[in-house]
């Protein structure tokens, strides 16, 4: 029954599961923003319908960011738990069986409604896999079948019990991240509006089963992508950011509560249907714009560079002495800050060349993080032990010295964390104004073959990026005065980005 005192999987392994959750988020990310949309009830059955773009890591930002530190059970393949030792622990961490073989829907879905009798959340991913791509993949019934199969089970214990929950909600979630491979970057999680099923929805389910069921997935669909960035192509994707960057700079120079509607506005500006129908409001000019952008793209990549690299030469003329002021200057301000952060970038060197040989051998973005998340847990078993067994030598082998050891630990990891979180920004400058310099003299730089990196090539980048970043702001504006939906949610968020006057409109 809901509310039930006892529920398995929600024990001690649980609870340490959600520690280590905690820490690998806070290990990885730099910022985490957790946004709900409607308030999430603190008991009760749940089911939880996620986009699945990050392999392990998805289930752990549920884990560790489910409001009211709600435990989530997660589906795992009947044959799992018959793995000695495996299926143990997979039980303990709540994870549910599900016989797939099974041709009965009762039997498939028997351990996720006694999960729901206890009041417990239920968390999928519809999608079924992870993946790398600008949109989410198709999803799948699962979710769906399970919904109506738990009402109809609630309604046969209607006859039998009173005080029985009458509906069950799904709550559509958005896991976005800004680089979901890159070390200290950052994840919006955003809990939708619920989905909202009862026993009166029983009677159509019984008449057409199936069409009601594929009618509930397009719902889950449209609430998931509400809270997710999704782009029909790699283009667009590419142009979006482009757009975004240019008018509003890097991901942390958008607040991360718009970063994912900013980014679906800018998607729909080049979205294919707005630039091939010619009833479309200034279709060419999207066209063109979205062109220029991944030419300005295509070039900045071979040149190893972002927009903001350059944008200092925006309304400069690129000259070897300013080339070489900032990289004095960038170098500089580096040197003031290496002693305060060496001792830790050389102690955590092995996590750092572990992360370089997992980007370069992984093959499936999807798995890079989790890669870099695992084998970091066991390398840093022998890197923290042998710096805790040197530390405690170091102090006299005392009692009080291994306490002490142990407590500064944690300060020590956090003030690190901190130092290059607060210097990351500076060493990308650093690199970019040496790529910039080596251009200006020597024009060595890039890696495409097919095209001349020199003095010129840099220049080029700065005319596009000039030419996109003008023409972006005219476009944004004119549609914006025709009252474009996704423009007046740019222009709305960037007023003073875009020099527009409020009352423009």
Known sequence: MPGSSYRQGEGKTYIT??????????????????????????????????????????????????????????????RFFRVPVIGQILKAAGVLPVDTKTHSNAKLFEHTLQALDQGSVVALFPEGTSYTAPTHLPFKDGISWASFEYLTHLQEQSKEKEDIPEDVSIIPVGITYSIKNRWRSEVIVEYGDPIV??????????????????????????????????????????????????????????????????????????????????????????????????????????????????????????????????????WISLLFQIPLFLPGMIINSPFYILGKLIDSYEPYTESVAQDKLIFSFFLALPVYGSLIAILWKTTGYGLFSLIYVLLMLPLFAWYHMALIDNNYDMLKQVIASWRIFIATISGKIGIVEDWTHDRQALEECVHLRHWCTDHAKDLIVKLYQKGDPAATHIVEYGIPCLDVKEDVH
Request: net charge neutral; glycine share 2%.
């Open 197 to 330: 099923l009862s026993m009166h929805d029983l009677d159509a389910f019984e008449s057409k089963p199936k069409a009601v069921v594929k009618k509930l997935t397009d719902k889950i669909v449209e609430g998931v992508e509400r809270s997710t960035i999704n782009s029909p192509d790699w283009d667009t994707s590419i142009a979006a950011d482009q757009a975004r960057f240019v008018l509003f700079g890097n991901t942390r120079s958008v607040r991360l509560e718009e970063y994912v509607h900013i980014s679906q506005s800018f998607i729909l500006l080049f979205h294919p249907d707005n630039i091939a129908s010619s009833t479309a409001l200034y279709h060419n000019e999207r066209k063109e714009l979205k062109e220029k952008l991944l030419l300005f793209s295509s070039k900045l990549n071979s040149l190893q560079l972002n927009a903001g690299d350059i944008s200092m030469y925006e309304n400069e003329e690129i000259t070897l002495t300013k080339a070489t002021v900032r990289l004095i200057s960038t």
């Open 17 to 78: 599961l959600q520690y280590l959750s905690r820490l690998a988020l806070w290990v990885y990310f730099r910022n985490i923003k957790i946004i709900c949309r409607t308030p999430i009830p603190a008991e009760g059955p749940l089911l939880i319908a996620a986009n699945h773009s990050n392999m392990v890591l998805d289930p752990i930002v549920l884990i560790a960011t489910f409001p009211h530190s709600r435990p989530c059970h997660f589906w795992a393949l009947a």
